[in-house]
């Protein structure tokens, strides 16, 4: 039986662009010295997943796992993304994400240690209103 929860999406063939706007960024994300793009071909998973608590409290989570096979592909990209949500009132929304990017092919800012991951964590309150058709 499917799950309503967990969803699982696996390529053994599949494209990845990385694209800079500034040249001289390149090489930050792997990309030769004055080019804006690299491309690379290898394998991609996906794993979603959803908790509904209640009506008033939501978790969602999604990883996006790829393998470059031109270029150390026992070396894996992550990309993962968590959202924590909650109506607080009828209007009052709260959200809390995080996110998490490890590139293999960045550069740290301390070159002996290495590729290193990329945190991003947002917290918000919003005000959400549902426009109803007469």
Known sequence: EPSKRLALFVSPSAARW???GD???GPLYGIEPGKRSRNELGAFATINYQKKFNDKLNFRSKLDMFSNY???PQNIDLFWTNVLSAKIT???NFSLN????YDDDTE????LKGPAPQWLQLMGIGFAYTFKKK
Do not use: T
């Not at 995080?98 to 990017?101: A, K, T």
């Not at 740290?108 to 070159?111: C, E, R």
């Open 18 to 20: 990385v694209v800079v």
């Open 23 to 25: 040249k001289n960024l």
């Open 70 to 72: 031109r270029n150390n």
């Open 90 to 92: 009828k209007f009052i």
């Open 98 to 101: 995080v996110d998490m990017i």
């Open 108 to 111: 740290n800012v301390n070159p």
